[in-house]
């Protein structure tokens, strides 16, 4: 018992650790990037897109490198279901979300592409180094595609990126929580990975339930923050646009990267999972296809819905 409370208490405190850090990372890196004139759009795909997934990739990265690969798919693919059932829906039932076209059109294609691709590479159990680089190569054909489709503004639903911070002045202090936010989340990440993997041995649960489950619910922090700053300013499409810009990156870049380092080699229950965040994207899509607007009934559906996924997951 001591065991087990040591590693549950390690694994709450590194995901403090990860969103402090992840947040730290975001803030000023906007700074950096409003300093040399980047755009907001810019902004958003980049620097904030990989701000709030850069837990995702140091998790799943250093997963693969330590020969856990079930922790490391696991959290990929349990981190898009939680962005979509937990985050979406929650924002879905505080307020009624209003999606414009073009994101449907753009961004919901493609996320129904990157749940597709999951399915396809982990059908055989094994994500092979070559379709990490596929996949590494297809996230950079996506940005390409994304920054010539799009015309430069502010954003998919004309407001600002959320999590972005006033001001362009870029000195030692924002450098200093740059590095610092970055060191931040790779050491949180490396503490978050021993501990759940402990845990998961102790009590006697799969790797991947574990980094579907908890890792996957704590390395979202950072796109649940963005969300909830983005709906209390009134931006309600930028929840939106995160969770699809986030699920795209972690299944091309993140799942990409950590195949290109380590083969992964994974369980049935990987590819049920995607069948999973599959399904949720398809229902995701189809909502805002046919009324470009997420119902407070709709996010009941998602969150009931990873309400269910945990309990067949642990039980």
């Not at 002045?169 to 790779?186: H, I, P």
């Given at each position: 018992?001591?065991?087990?409370?040591?590693?549950?208490?390690?694994?709450a405190?590194?995901?403090a650790?990860?969103?402090?850090g992840?947040r730290m990372?975001?803030?000023?890196?906007v700074?950096?990037?409003?300093?040399?004139?980047?755009s907001?759009?810019?902004?958003?795909l980049?620097?904030v897109?990989?701000g709030t997934?850069s837990?995702?990739?140091?998790?799943?990265l250093?997963?693969?490198?330590?020969?856990?690969p079930?922790?490391?798919?696991?959290n990929?693919?349990?981190s898009?279901?939680f962005?979509v059932?937990?985050?979406?829906?929650?924002?879905a039932l505080?307020?009624?979300v209003p999606?414009?076209r073009?994101?449907?059109r753009?961004?919901?294609?493609?996320?129904?592409?990157?749940?597709?691709?999951?399915?396809?590479?982990?059908?055989?159990?094994?994500?092979?180094?070559?379709e990490?680089?596929?996949?590494?190569?297809?996230f950079g054909?996506?940005?390409?595609?994304?920054?010539r489709?799009?015309?430069?503004?502010?954003?998919?639903?004309?407001?600002?990126?959320?999590g972005?911070?006033?001001?362009?002045?870029?000195g030692a202090r924002?450098?200093l929580?740059?590095?610092?936010?970055?060191?931040l989340v790779?050491v949180?990440?490396?503490?978050?990975i021993d501990?759940a993997?402990?845990?998961?041995?102790?009590?006697?649960?799969?790797?991947?339930v574990?980094?579907?489950t908890?890792v996957?619910?704590?390395?979202?922090?950072?796109?649940?923050a963005?969300?909830?700053?983005?709906?209390?300013?009134g931006s309600?499409?930028v929840?939106v646009?995160?969770?699809l810009?986030?699920n795209?990156?972690n299944?091309?870049?993140?799942?990409?990267?950590?195949a290109?380092?380590a083969?992964l080699?994974?369980?049935?229950?990987a590819?049920?999972?995607?069948?999973?965040?599959?399904?949720?994207?398809?229902?995701?899509?189809?909502?805002?296809w046919?009324?470009h607007?997420?119902?407070?009934?709709?996010?009941?559906?998602?969150?009931g819905?990873?309400?269910?996924r945990?309990l067949?997951s642990?039980l």
């Amino acid at each position: 018992m001591p065991s087990i409370a040591v590693d549950v208490a390690v694994i709450a405190v590194s995901i403090a650790v990860l969103w402090i850090g992840a947040r730290m990372f975001v803030d000023s890196a906007v700074h950096a990037a409003r300093r040399f004139g980047l755009s907001e759009l810019t902004i958003g795909l980049t620097v904030v897109a990989v701000g709030t997934s850069s837990p995702e990739i140091a998790v799943s990265l250093e997963a693969a490198l330590e020969s856990s690969p079930d922790i490391a798919v696991g959290n990929v693919i349990g981190s898009n279901i939680f962005n979509v059932a937990v985050i979406l829906g929650i924002v879905a039932l505080v307020r009624w979300v209003p999606i414009s076209r073009g994101l449907v059109r753009r961004d919901g294609l493609a996320v129904l592409a990157s749940a597709a691709l999951a399915l396809a590479v982990l059908f055989d159990g094994v994500v092979t180094r070559l379709e990490g680089l596929v996949l590494l190569a297809l996230f950079g054909g996506y940005l390409f595609a994304l920054f010539r489709l799009t015309p430069d503004g502010p954003g998919v639903d004309g407001s600002e990126a959320a999590g972005a911070t006033a001001g362009s002045d870029f000195g030692a202090r924002e450098a200093l929580e740059l590095v610092g936010g970055l060191a931040l989340v790779v050491v949180a990440g490396q503490f978050l990975i021993d501990s759940a993997t402990a845990l998961a041995r102790v009590v006697g649960v799969s790797e991947w339930v574990i980094g579907a489950t908890v890792v996957a619910a704590g390395t979202s922090t950072p796109e649940f923050a963005v969300s909830v700053v983005a709906l209390t300013r009134g931006s309600s499409g930028v929840s939106v646009g995160n969770v699809l810009g986030s699920n795209i990156f972690n299944v091309l870049f993140v799942l990409g990267l950590a195949a290109t380092v380590a083969p992964l080699s994974v369980g049935p229950a990987a590819f049920d999972g995607a069948l999973w965040s599959f399904g949720l994207s398809t229902l995701l899509v189809a909502a805002l296809w046919s009324g470009h607007r997420l119902s407070r009934l709709e996010g009941g559906l998602f969150v009931g819905s990873e309400v269910v996924r945990w309990l067949r997951s642990i039980l």
